[in-house]
């Protein structure tokens, strides 16, 4: 009976400790769960930090190259007008092997030789008794240049080819006695000549030499020391010039 008394007295307390029990239990279940402690001896570790930027360097920029102004073409030149038919053109004599007595060529007494001007090959007579070379001419006149004394001079036909006219200074005139006739006054000029290897500007008297062989005669002014004549033989410096 006691003990039965006992139990019924005890039960309301009990009651009462298995209420703040089970309290305690709900209480514990909604507290946030416990952080770890740290552990001691661990390092820290540090987000490494991020490098500052480099500056960049901008790039040279190359400057655009000014416009081209477009040249305009340029107008086609004018065609040129065409050339004068040329002058047929005389072939110069082929040289020979020319001989030499000392110092002076021998040449025969007739060669052809080369005026300039006109630029033209002739027959001529080598004559050691004239003492100044002749040539013969179709026409001339006087006139004056510069206050001095003039001539033209119209050279013969040739071959076919037109009369040529040169002008040229009037050195003097000089007087031609003739036989069996009146003598005349003759206008002198220079002119180049070359015979042979000898080459020289020398004085021609002009005439009128249709009724001669040759319409050129080579005197002493050319010939005195430079030549020597072998009068058996002909053409020996030159051969005929060939025809074009």
Avoid at 51 to 56: D, K, R
Avoid at 120 to 149: L, P, V, W
Wanted: with cysteine; proline share 14%.
């Amino acid at each position: 009976m006691t003990w039965a008394r006992r139990s019924r007295a005890g039960w309301p307390q009990a009651k009462c400790w298995l209420l703040i029990l089970l309290g305690l239990v709900l209480a514990g279940c909604s507290l946030p769960p416990a952080q770890p402690a740290d552990t001691p001896g661990e390092p820290e570790v540090v987000a490494p930090e991020t490098p500052p930027e480099q500056p960049v360097e901008a790039e040279p920029v190359e400057p655009e190259p000014a416009p081209v102004e477009a040249t305009p073409e340029p107008a086609p030149a004018p065609l040129p007008e065409p050339p004068a038919p040329a002058r047929p053109v005389e072939c110069e004599p082929p040289p020979k092997a020319i001989k030499q007595l000392g110092k002076r060529i021998i040449v025969g007494s007739a060669e052809y030789v080369t005026l300039s001007p006109p630029d033209t090959h002739q027959r001529a007579r080598i004559d050691t008794g004239a003492e100044t070379s002749s040539i013969g001419i179709a026409d001339y006149r006087h006139f004056e240049r510069d206050g001095k004394r003039w001539i033209e001079v119209t050279f013969p036909a040739k071959d076919g080819e037109p009369e040529a006219v040169i002008r040229r200074p009037l050195v003097r005139m000089v007087r031609i006695k003739r036989h069996n006739a009146e003598s005349v006054r003759r206008p002198v000029i220079k002119l180049t000549v070359q015979l042979g290897s000898i080459k020289e500007e020398i004085e021609f008297t002009l005439a009128d030499r249709d009724d001669f062989d040759y319409p050129v005669l080579i005197g002493r002014n050319l010939l005195s020391g430079r030549a020597v004549v072998d009068v058996s033989r002909k053409y020996i410096t030159l051969d005929a010039p060939a025809k074009p």
